[in-house]
């Protein structure tokens, strides 16, 4: 059974400061790992990677992959309040030639002004 | 672009009703998922469908849980009759094609007393 494992669960720091969200997955039939952005409800997409060492940036948010390891970090730099929300990271994994999404259980992140 | 669209945003019903979620996609979005979010885990898919047809429904209580897609476009999915367990947020999403991006809707909250 695909697997995502999402590290910390919480975080709570102050505004400014650096964090780093963990993902590590178990996957068959990698495809691609996705990190989407949650508040209130719906999931909006940060960032999709596929290859391994190659740095996905945004802004002050910015992600990679290891694909030797199973894992990918997502970096929020400068955070500020509008940082808050919890941060999921998913898997997709090639299902009889269909791509399934499997998540992790998020990591909620709260920015203290 | 207008997003996906869901209604209603918030649902009370007592167990046993019965109850009924709608999902609009992105327009020419062929693939439409159906997703559970229990509160503090991450989204499970429930069903897949491209176009009108259904791709994964693997993990959908189908006892109690239906849906449909009839003309390829916008979507319904039923629960009849509820359960408390039930309680949770009821995620559409909907991707160009099985394996692009997934762009999520605003979501269902599902309250079953």
């Known amino acids: 059974e695909d697997k995502v494992v999402q590290s910390p669960l919480s975080l709570v720091v102050h505004e400014g400061d650096t964090v780093t969200l963990n993902c590590s997955y178990e996957v068959t039939n990698f495809r691609s790992l996705l990190w989407y952005k949650q508040e209130k409800k719906a999931p909006t997409f940060l960032f999709m990677l596929?290859?391994?060492?190659i740095e996905k940036k945004s802004g002050r948010l910015s992600s990679i992959l290891d694909k030797k390891e199973l894992f990918s970090i997502l970096n929020i730099t400068a955070t500020q309040t509008g940082d808050s929300a919890v941060y999921l990271c998913?898997?997709?994994?090639?299902?009889?030639?269909?791509?399934?999404?499997?998540f992790g259980t998020g990591t909620r992140l709260t920015i203290i002004p | 672009e207008a997003g996906v669209a869901q209604s209603p945003r918030y649902k009370i019903i007592e167990k046993r009703q019965s109850v009924a979620f709608w999902c609009n996609p992105i327009s020419g979005h062929a693939t439409l998922y159906w997703y559970q979010q229990i509160l503090g885990q991450g989204p499970k898919l429930l069903i897949q469908?491209?176009?009108?047809?259904?791709?994964?429904d693997s993990q959908l209580p189908k006892d109690r849980f239906s849906a449909e897609r009839l003309k390829g476009v916008d979507s319904t999915l039923k629960i009849q009759p509820a359960k408390l367990e039930d309680s949770a947020v009821y995620l559409c999403?909907?991707?160009?094609?099985?394996?692009?991006?997934?762009?999520f809707g605003p979501g269902t909250r599902l309250t079953v007393l």
């Open positions: 469908f491209q176009n009108n047809g259904v791709v994964d």
């Open positions: 998913a898997v997709a994994g090639s299902f009889f030639g269909n791509e399934k999404l499997t």
């Open positions: 596929t290859s391994s060492g």
């Open positions: 999403a909907s991707s160009l094609w099985a394996g692009d991006t997934q762009y």
